[in-house]
């Protein structure tokens, strides 16, 4: 940030540079553009302003005097996002916990660690490798993202499929409640504490809550073995088929993903080829981890199911140079669609695992319907669909229909017996598409528990519910069919 | 016989042989002056919009192995019992998934999914008498936590009676879900304080191919000697299922032997299981005694271990006072608190039971003496625990007793937000009122 004194007569800003300092906020619109926005780009708005507190008590003041004023705040991590929960749709105040990065303690005889909710998420992997430890979700923006957003976000990854979200690792927030409240839940990560499961409840609530600012979380050991598992499919039908079988003949791989022959196309003229064919119609990711006495006989296992479903070629990776080459291809999947299309929009349904095959096929007959290409590179172990939908905002109308698309696959996958997102999060996103797996009264709710939480509904409000529609009532109805 | 007129009411929703007067209370309290026992959610929810709008409270149970868990009422008007309300709903054994009713015995619904090699990834006690609904709504563990998780991590999905009769379903039948608020996660451990359980879908996993547990005793109880070898065999890469220390009394029960005993479990394929077992016995002190439970051996190993926790169900000690206590520290920790069974017992003249997941922090200590003895030894066990930064509450323990210490161990600094919780959802304290923390 630029060194200058604060040339605005606005009061609220005043205040807020005098809690946070001067140094840290901004306010000019040419400042405060690049935050008008997240990873989900079709909505901006511009912020109030945005603030960069480097502390706990500096947040719960922001809190407080936003609280104090009726000014609409939130916060922001690195603004990762891909549902659009940072975008200050009410001219929010934005808090900012990219200056709040610090690893304060790293516990490894207790598996554990405390961060600060802007330390990156891949950083605290990084700070515990050297003694053969990791910390667990993966989300493949982890090299930037927040573990403050992947809290907020309950984020995901490719090795969620047997290690679990985010939320299998959190043991302990400390939390600034919406009126400027400071709460700690969980201490020092001692389990269960008792009480209602507020950890569990505030993971994953798109920081519709409070703003967490201190996180202990659980830390893993390496795995003593790995491998890895490219296979070639000439169907999709194949290669879904071969994923059902996997997970049903009790195999429980670390990472289990898709991609199909359009997300191949892209990610091949990226910056991370492999190699692989382009005219295969989807690949197949796998990976197995564990006691390396026991991984031989489960690599057998898969590669006979491959077969068995006509893969054309399937190998095991021979280094781990070769292994991270795959992932990098696969990681850097989302952002490889910018160079086949202008513009693209990820969704991220979840369907059962035994109904992949027809759900893809439906989502490539809406491809049709719209006349869009639709990439799927996903998570299939879990059956966490990720269709991309690629399109051109320069053309007329196309936005539109692309968000129409995206909105459809996601109504297949709620056809099904699924949920409408299985780690982006609802955001603004799909907030409508709420309705398409909870009732009014289940969506009420929720709003219920955001009530004790947030009565004045400044912070991040417009987000994560619909819009209650005029047949709702304000009251909960007494049954529901 | 109190002459209750309102019982006939009951009648308009449920059939005369679901509904039982009760003529004398039960000793752990939680007792209702009728017991009705629905078969149907419709029922569940007749009997909660009844209660909620004539004002009459409710308590609910699945088979009463937790009655002694909490509860500051020795009734209510009705018992809802979930003992009637069982079986599987659908299991999708493709997916890995299972939607189970809330009184399906845990040990039916195992033996249920294990002709498809698949489980419920949860070790509670009593398995063969606790209702699903009861263990998710405790919060019920055992050892193995360490590799399965808890509760938390199983449950995906929820349909919930809201105490005014509405059903409330929360998460659904997929395996990664982040729509809207995690609510599954506010009922897992609520007591049953928010609403009836109706049905509980899980994640399942696949049943091991093999599982073997090691009984590593330490006849020298020296708690040093067990945490270097515990740090060192944590720090391997080694991935033992659970990793649990007996105190002397309880591996007295259970090994025959009266020295602190580590409990090692693996599952895997044989293989791997061998292949740990061998990092074991190299990393032991040499002092340190080692003996190999295996396969079916080591199923009925745990099959005794699940019935040492006191059970609500069951005739009431003869001979002094039965209690249980579960405490949380930070995962070493456990070492102390399991010395401090020891020492405690001696102090307080009370047999204690102890044993705690060197993985995961959880401990339970059963304590068994005097009335007086009994309650001395549970409030030190709790400043032990509180000292270390952690917790104790009361699982079990009879209603008269749990007039005289707090069962929850006080407060939180938030709980202006549990009582919040608790307002909005059952604003009239309709169900299982005062069961759980702050008298919620
Ligand atoms: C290329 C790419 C790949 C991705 N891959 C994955 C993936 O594999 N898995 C996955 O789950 N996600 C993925 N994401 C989505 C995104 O990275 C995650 O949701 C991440 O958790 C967001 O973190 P962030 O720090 O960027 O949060 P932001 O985007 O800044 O914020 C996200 C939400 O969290 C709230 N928030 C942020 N910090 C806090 C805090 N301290 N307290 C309370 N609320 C807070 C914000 O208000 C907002 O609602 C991907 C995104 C991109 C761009």
Redesign the interface.
């Known amino acids: 940030m630029r060194k200058r004194s604060i040339a605005t007569n606005d009061p609220h800003i005043q205040a807020l540079a005098r809690i946070v300092g001067e140094r840290a906020i901004l306010y000019r619109k040419e400042d405060l553009m690049a935050y008008d926005c997240d990873g989900f780009t079709v909505h901006r708005h511009l912020p109030k302003a945005v603030v960069f507190p480097t502390s706990t008590e500096q947040v719960a003041a922001v809190v407080r005097y936003c609280h104090e004023h009726d000014l609409p705040f939130l916060a922001r991590g690195a603004g990762t996002g891909l549902s659009g929960g940072a975008i200050p749709l009410n001219g929010e105040v934005v808090i900012s916990l990219t200056r709040m990065k610090r690893l304060l303690h790293v516990?490894?005889?207790?598996?554990?660690a405390v961060v600060e909710p802007g330390f990156v998420n891949l950083k605290l992997t990084n700070s515990v490798a050297h003694r053969?430890y990791y910390y667990a979700p993966d989300p493949s923006s982890q090299y930037c993202c927040t573990i403050g957003g992947n809290v907020a976000?309950?984020a995901?990854g490719a090795h969620?499929l047997k290690y679990?979200?985010t939320?299998?690792h959190i043991l302990g927030l400390e939390v600034v409640l919406p009126n400027g409240e400071v709460?700690?839940?969980g201490?020092?990560?001692?389990?269960?504490?008792?009480?209602?499961?507020?950890?569990?409840?505030l993971?994953?609530?798109e920081g519709t809550l409070g703003i967490v600012t201190k996180i202990t979380v659980r830390l893993l050991?390496?795995?003593?073995a790995k491998q890895t598992v490219l296979a070639y499919f000439d169907e999709v039908e194949d290669a879904s088929q071969t994923v059902?079988d996997i997970?049903?003949a009790?195999?429980?791989p670390a990472a289990l993903e898709m991609m199909d022959q359009t997300a191949i196309e892209a990610v091949e003229a990226a910056a991370f080829p492999v190699g692989h064919p382009k005219d295969i119609a989807a690949l197949l990711l796998i990976e197995v981890d564990?006691?390396?006495?026991?991984i031989d006989?489960q690599i057998d296992d898969i590669l006979a199911i491959c077969r068995r479903h006509h893969v054309r070629e399937v190998k095991v990776a021979q280094s781990e140079e070769e292994r991270a080459r795959w992932w990098a291809n696969r990681k850097t999947g989302f952002g490889a669609m910018g160079a086949i299309s202008p513009d693209y929009l990820v969704q991220d349904g979840?369907?059962?695992?035994?109904r992949l095959p027809e759900v893809l096929r439906e989502i490539a007959n809406i491809s049709r319907k719209y006349g869009l290409r639709i990439a799927n590179i996903f998570?299939a172990g879990?059956?966490?669909l990720h269709p991309l939908v690629l399109f051109d905002a320069s053309k007329p109308g196309e936005t539109e229909r692309a968000l129409a698309a995206g909105s459809e696959c996601l109504k297949a996958c709620a056809a099904v017996?699924?949920?409408?997102?299985?780690?982006?999060?609802?955001g603004i996103e799909?907030k409508e598409e709420?309705r398409f797996?909870?009732?009014d009264?289940?969506?009420l709710?929720?709003t219920?528990?955001?009530?004790?939480?947030n009565p004045k509904n400044l912070l991040n409000a417009g987000k994560?519910?619909p819009t209650p529609g005029r047949c709702v009532e304000t009251k909960?109805?007494?049954?529901?069919k | 016989m109190l002459s209750l007129t309102w019982i006939e009411e009951l009648q308009e929703f449920l059939h005369p042989e679901q509904i039982k007067r009760n003529d004398s209370f039960h000793p752990l309290g939680n007792d209702g002056a009728v017991t009705v026992y629905p078969q149907a959610e419709e029922e569940i929810?007749a009997v909660l919009?009844y209660a909620d709008q004539s004002g009459k409270k409710v308590f609910i149970a699945g088979r009463g192995t937790k009655r002694g868990f909490g509860g500051q009422r020795e009734q209510a008007d009705i018992l809802l019992s979930l003992e009637h309300y069982a079986g599987i709903v659908e299991h999708?054994?493709?997916?890995?998934?299972v939607t189970v009713k809330a009184g399906t015995v845990f040990g039916d619904l195992q033996r249920a999914l294990a002709p498809y090699?698949?489980k419920v990834a949860l070790d509670p006690f009593w398995p063969d008498e606790a209702t699903i609904g009861g263990v998710i709504a405790a919060?019920d563990s055992g050892p193995k936590r360490l590799g399965y998780?808890?509760a938390?991590?199983s449950v995906i999905g929820l349909r919930i009676v809201?105490p005014?009769?509405?059903?409330?379903?929360?998460g659904?039948?997929?395996?990664?879900?982040?729509?809207?608020?995690?609510?599954?996660?506010?009922f897992?451990?609520?007591m049953g304080t928010?609403g009836v359980l109706s049905e509980i879908t899980l994640k399942l996993?696949?049943?091991a191919k093999y599982e073997s547990v090691v009984l590593l005793s330490f006849p020298s109880g020296d708690v040093h000697d067990i945490r270097s070898f515990a740090?060192s065999f944590?720090?391997?890469?080694?991935?033992p299922v659970c990793f649990e220390l007996f105190n002397p009394t309880l591996a007295e029960r259970l090994t025959g032997r009266p020295v602190y005993t580590l409990a090692i479990g693996f599952e895997?394929?044989e293989?791997?299981v061998?292949?740990?077992e061998q990092w074991v016995e190299r990393l032991r002190p040499k002092a340190a005694e080692m003996a190999v439970l295996a396969g079916e051996e080591a199923a009925a190993f745990w099959r005794t271990f699940n019935t040492v926790a006191p059970n609500g169900r069951l005739a009431q000690a003869e001979n002094g006072i039965e209690a249980a206590v579960?405490i949380?520290?930070?995962?070493?920790d456990v070492l102390s608190i399991l010395r401090e069974s020891v020492l405690i017992a001696d102090r307080c003249h009370v047999r204690i039971e102890a044993h705690g997941g060197l993985?995961?922090?959880?401990c339970q200590a059963y304590v068994h003496g005097s009335e007086e003895g009994v309650l001395a030894a549970m409030e030190e066990l709790r400043q032990a625990a509180v000292r270390l930064?952690?917790?104790a509450?009361v699982k079990h323990l009879p209603f008269s007793l749990r007039q005289r210490i707090d069962v929850?161990?006080g407060k939180?600094?938030?709980?202006f937000?549990?009582e919040?919780?608790k307002r909005?959802?059952d604003p009239n304290k309709t169900i299982n009122d005062q069961r759980?923390?702050g008298g919620i």
């Not at chain 1, 017996?417 to 609802?426: A, D, F, M």
Request: proline fraction near 4%.
């Open positions: 516990d490894l005889e207790n598996r554990r053969g976000e309950n995901g969620c679990g979200v939320t299998n709460i700690e839940i201490g020092n990560g001692v389990p269960d504490p008792p009480g209602y499961d507020l950890l569990g409840l993971t994953g609530s050991k390496n795995p003593e059902s997970i049903s009790g195999i429980v564990g006691i390396s006495a026991g006989e979840v369907i059962p695992r035994s998570h879990d059956g966490n017996g699924g949920s409408i997102t299985g780690e982006h999060g609802v799909k709420m797996i909870f009732t009264e289940e969506i709710a929720q219920a528990i955001r009530d004790v939480f994560l519910f909960m109805p007494s049954t529901v | 929810a919009r999708a054994a493709a997916d890995m998934t090699r698949q919060n998780g808890s938390r991590d809201y005014n009769g509405t059903v409330i379903r929360s659904g039948k997929v395996v990664k879900n982040v729509a809207g608020y995690d609510m599954n996660k506010l897992i451990g609520a928010l996993r696949p049943l740090v944590l720090d391997t890469m080694m991935e895997d394929v293989n791997a061998h292949y740990q579960k949380g520290v930070v995962n070493l993985g995961h922090g959880l930064g952690g917790y509450i929850w161990g939180p600094s938030y709980f937000l549990l919040g919780i909005k959802i759980f923390i």
